[in-house]
Nanobody, 123 residues
Framework: QVQLVESGGGLVQAGGSLRLSCAAS????????MGWFRQAPGKEREFVADIDWSGGRTAYADSVKGRFTISRNNAKNTVYLQMNSLKPEDTAVYYCTADQLPFRVRVGNPDYWGQGTQVTVSS
């Protein structure tokens, strides 16, 4: 079992930055691919970014490419999402995900989800 706890959300002005963290329980964190999804009010949940077990491969949605960076620290059982140049359309609840199969993270069907953290970007 893996438990995921997100933190770092909040209210920020457009153009600002936030860093989300996702702390994972369990001793096998380094064997899991990790990802971030988000869901805005009235919209479907969408893929944001993912990272493989080693941190050597990352992928991003086109809407965040060049502004967001996903990273991980396996010694701390934590994955991060650095969000720069934030826009009002980035406003959403952000969810951390984990699965031992990377494709399940990418398609939004992982074994584990966090409870979410709210990010609000004001214009």
């Amino acid at each position: 079992q893996v438990q995921l706890v997100e933190s770092g959300g909040g209210l920020v002005q457009a153009g600002g930055s936030l860093r989300l963290s996702c702390a994972a329980s369990g001793r096998t964190f380094s064997s899991y691919a990790m990802g971030w999804f988000r869901q805005a009010p009235g919209k479907e949940r969408e893929f944001v970014a993912d990272i493989d077990w080693s941190g050597g491969r990352t992928a991003y949605a086109d809407s965040v490419k060049g502004r967001f960076t996903i990273s991980r620290n396996n010694a701390k059982n934590t994955v991060y999402l650095q969000m720069n140049s934030l826009k009002p359309e980035d406003t959403a609840v952000y969810y951390c995900t984990a699965d031992q199969l990377p494709f399940r993270v990418r398609v939004g069907n992982p074994d584990y989800w966090g409870q979410g953290t709210q990010v609000t970007v004001s214009s």
